[in-house]
């Protein structure tokens, strides 16, 4: 028997190419779709010098309903998709909400309607803790309400699963949804990891970028939280965990093993580390000394979130494994690569 084939869309995108990765090295084919909004093309070569194959790709935006059903119909042996092409900018949705919109709930549709035309029945989203909001309670499990959204990005998220949850009710469709806390880090090769376009949102391209000389200076967003040093806590992930778990729930689909036609996930590492213990540990995994301050809150952060990792670990038999040395000292090298193979 041949290879089954995957489509991954976003599949250049920073989580997205990881998993391709890792799903060509447990023996999956491998097709992209991404509009290359937010990566870059030679994304691609590097996933082949990773994994010595080349995946296939097409470039087109999935939001554009005859395009897609078009391509769908030219893939008919498509076994199942995984689906991380969006938009995820936080403070972005709020000044461009319809874009949000648009652009996340419209490839959703029309990548289920013509994964119905096809009769393809598994799908894997991409879905954040953001829709989780400020829980009442730490560690959040899967069950814990889905609070009214701070942003339309979470609100999109929150869409997309009822979207997925009163399909896969209509007809065949099997859906997991992965709930990612916040994934850094980069594979061990540094040939593929988060390539930010212009100023990074995020903490962890921010230091690294900050380090290595780009920006002057990090700002911390506010000291006045509720917590052990005052600044906000997370759970952070690292990527190559996160992909693994991709793999993990493509073949419980795939395998018929879900138990419910709708599965939700969390997938972090159940530890939460605030913003200056980050600081601490990218100076001790690279050695370097970080410039930072301490500035007003970001509008729209809650103040702590970490995962209860329990169900995933039983359910999918999956335990992100990688330590907060690992992802910072992966994100360094990334970074330090990203800088050697800059025109001079
Ligand atoms: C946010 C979203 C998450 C989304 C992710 C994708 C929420 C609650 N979270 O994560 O769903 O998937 O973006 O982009 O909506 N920080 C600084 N200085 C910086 C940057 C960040 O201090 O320059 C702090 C933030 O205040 C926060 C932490 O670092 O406390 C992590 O921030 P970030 O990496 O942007 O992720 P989230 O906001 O947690």
Aim: include cysteine; proline fraction near 4%; glycine fraction near 8%.
């Amino acid at each position: 028997m041949g290879k089954k084939k995957i489509l991954v869309t976003g599949g250049t995108g920073f989580i997205g190419s990881h998993t391709v990765v890792e799903l060509q090295q447990n023996g999956y084919e491998v097709i992209i779709v991404d509009n290359l909004s937010n990566s870059s093309i030679e994304v691609l070569d590097n996933i082949a010098k990773i994994s010595g194959i080349m995946p296939a790709f097409e470039k087109f935006d999935l939001s554009d309903q005859i395009l897609t059903s078009a391509f769908m119909k030219r893939h008919s042996d498509i076994s199942g998709v995984i689906h991380f092409a969006a938009f995820k900018a936080v403070g972005e949705s709020m000044e461009k909400p319809l874009d949000y919109y648009r652009n996340n709930l419209m490839s959703l549709i029309n990548l289920l309607e013509g994964m119905k035309v096809n009769k393809i029945t598994s799908i894997v989203f991409s879905s954040s803790c953001t829709v989780y909001g400020q829980p009442d309670v730490l560690p959040v499990t899967e069950k814990a309400p889905i609070k009214e959204a701070w942003s339309p990005y979470g609100n999109t998220k929150q869409m997309c699963e009822e979207i997925l949850r009163f399909s896969t009710m209509a007809n065949t469709l099997k859906a997991i949804a992965l709930r990612y806390f916040n994934p850094i880090g980069a594979h061990d090769s540094a040939l593929i990891g988060e390539l930010p376009i212009g100023t990074p949102n995020n903490l962890v391209p921010f230091i690294t970028q900050t380090a290595i000389g780009k920006r002057e200076c990090l700002s911390v967003f506010g000291n006045d939280y509720n917590t052990p040093d005052g600044t906000a806590v997370r759970d952070y992930i690292h990527v190559v965990d996160l992909a693994k778990a991709h793999v993990i729930a493509v073949e419980r689909m795939l395998n018929g093993k879900c138990k419910l036609d709708l599965e939700i996930f969390n997938l972090g590492t159940g530890i939460g580390y605030s913003v200056l213990d980050m600081i601490n540990a990218f100076e001790e995994a690279s050695g370097e000394k970080l410039n930072y301050r301490i500035v007003p809150r970001r509008p729209g952060d809650i103040e702590m979130v970490w995962a209860d990792t329990r169900f995933a670990n039983s359910e999918l038999g999956w335990k992100a494994e990688k330590n907060i040395n690992e992802m910072m000292l992966s994100a360094w090298n990334w970074e330090k690569a990203l800088f050697s193979r800059q025109p001079k």
